[in-house]
């Protein structure tokens, strides 16, 4: 159906914040990325050390190496998380289908029951490693993370009638993409390093730029927010 020859890697990308009481699934879709040359690191021998459903195993260690790369403004989102390599028993239920990445918080499972013991988990799956998206999917779901543990009770000077959380996902309000995605996917803008074109899959679907003003606001709350 698509042409190898075009380098074209249609890529499913699906991040899905999993909060007490508020649920986020969004629609896995496509995006492009084209060209790219992914060094894909071998494959390990697959160890579901976790014994959870969904565990993948054969890039655990590749995983968790990303995960401690990211910039040290956003360590506190992922202090206390588990870094798994696979496919998040919910989100795959729900979608039908693996996604890149799922950040749970509360140990989701397939007939929506919580507190399972994946609770406090990122998920990232193979299928990310071998597109060479593991470090934009980290920092999607960090960002999940960070707005989730420190956004709620934080509050930016002389503003104090709402909270960080609400500014923000006012602030990337839209009439069809979900803004905490687009906050999320602006934490891959703001925190990603390094050359090249990021995978920023909602951004890119629903052709959103994030501005200055905007970037420059999610670095001061994790600069504000993690004091
Ligand atoms: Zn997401």
């Known amino acids: 159906m698509f042409s190898i020859s075009k380098a074209v890697a249609f890529i499913a990308f699906v991040g899905v914040a999993l909060v007490l009481g508020w649920v986020a699934l969004l629609q896995a879709t496509q995006t492009e990325a084209s060209d790219q040359t992914v060094a894909v690191p071998a494959p390990e021998v697959p160890i579901n050390s976790f014994s959870y459903q969904g565990v993948e195993g054969g890039y655990q260690n590749h995983v968790e ?71 934009d999917v980290v920092l999607h779901e960090a960002g999940h993370a960070f707005v989730h543990h420190f956004f709620d009770d934080c509050y930016f000077p002389r503003q104090a009638e709402k909270s960080v959380k609400e500014l923000l996902v006012a602030h990337f309000a839209h009439d069809q993409a979900p803004p905490a995605e687009l906050l999320a996917d602006a934490f891959v803008v703001a925190y990603g390093n390094g050359e090249g074109r990021r995978h920023t899959y909602y951004l890119d679907k629903f052709n959103y730029s994030v501005s200055d003003d905007a970037l420059a606001a999610v670095r001061a709350a994790v600069w504000l927010c993690s004091r």
């Open 65 to 135: 190496n990303v995960a401690t790369t990211i910039p040290e403004e956003l360590l506190p989102a992922i202090k206390g998380l588990t870094f798994v390599n696979g496919c998040h028993p919910w989100t795959t239920s729900k979608l039908g289908k693996c996604a890149l990445g799922t950040f749970d918080p509360a140990g989701w499972d397939v007939d929506d029951s919580v507190g399972h013991k994946w609770s406090n988990t990122i998920w990232v799956s193979t299928r990310a490693v071998t597109t060479g998206t593991t470090s």
